[in-house]
């Protein structure tokens, strides 16, 4: 069984501020993890994934996450936050074992203030 | 690149009515899947498929068919829309777990 906690579904930051979205996560395996952004009536589209090499994965549009096995987290920061940033992101975790099923969080809202 | 193709991108019905949200991806990917997305809930999946000829049931099945098959489409049927099917779903596709999902725009649907 897996599942994803994303701490937080509101997130207000100053634009300029540092971005942290919390994401903890439970699998029976180790997981791949990911991160996805939608922006207001699109698809989903992906930021950034670990796999099981470098623990520190660098995304598109400056965010990063870093898997860190012992506290269960995957959370994704932005050095500075940008008003293009405003969206939903969503944490997800899957199988590497060869099920297709992947299990999403429930989605964190991003505000960036002026 | 036409990716994941979703049609129609919205749609009302009425409450016993039945319809077929189509995908299709040209992308040559074995795996598809079908996402309802709630305020709240994040993504639930609804069923997927593995490859042409094989489908199994998610999280949230009920009310819901699916067939797949060629490897390009994977429709979702509602049988007898129902009030709670309400909802914006997604369809979605990767060359296998691991790597890359891709989804499609989204399909706004409105029981009454």
């Known amino acids: 069984a897996q599942s994803v906690t994303q701490l937080g579904s509101h997130v207000s930051v100053s634009e300029g501020a540092l971005v942290l979205l919390r994401c903890n996560y439970s699998s029976s395996v180790p997981p791949y993890l990911f991160w996805y952004v939608q922006y207001p009536n699109q698809g989903l589209q992906l930021l950034l994934k670990?796999?099981?090499?470098?623990?520190l994965v660098k995304g598109i549009n400056g965010f990063e996450a870093e898997f860190k096995k012992s506290e269960t987290s995957f959370h994704l920061t932005k050095p500075s936050a940008h008003m293009s940033d405003a969206a939903e992101y969503f944490c997800a975790v899957s199988d590497p074992r060869g099920y297709q099923k992947v299990t999403f969080g429930t989605g964190t809202k991003l505000q960036v203030i002026p | 690149n036409a990716g994941v193709t979703q049609t129609p991108k919205f749609q009302v019905l009425k409450t016993g009515q039945s319809m077929t949200l189509q995908c299709a991806q040209d992308m040559n990917h074995e795996y598809m899947s079908w996402y309802r997305q709630d305020p709240g809930m994040g993504l639930r999946l609804i069923h997927y498929?593995?490859?042409?000829?094989?489908?199994d049931q998610g999280e949230v099945p009920n009310g819901y068919n699916v067939s797949r098959s060629t490897t390009e489409d994977f429709p979702l049927r509602l049988l007898s829309a129902a009030p709670s099917q309400t909802s914006v779903y997604f369809c979605a596709s990767s060359r296998k777990t691991g790597n890359t999902i891709y989804f499609g725009e989204g399909s706004w649907l409105t029981v009454v």
């Open positions: 498929s593995v490859g042409a000829g094989i489908t």
């Open positions: 670990y796999t099981s090499a470098a623990t």
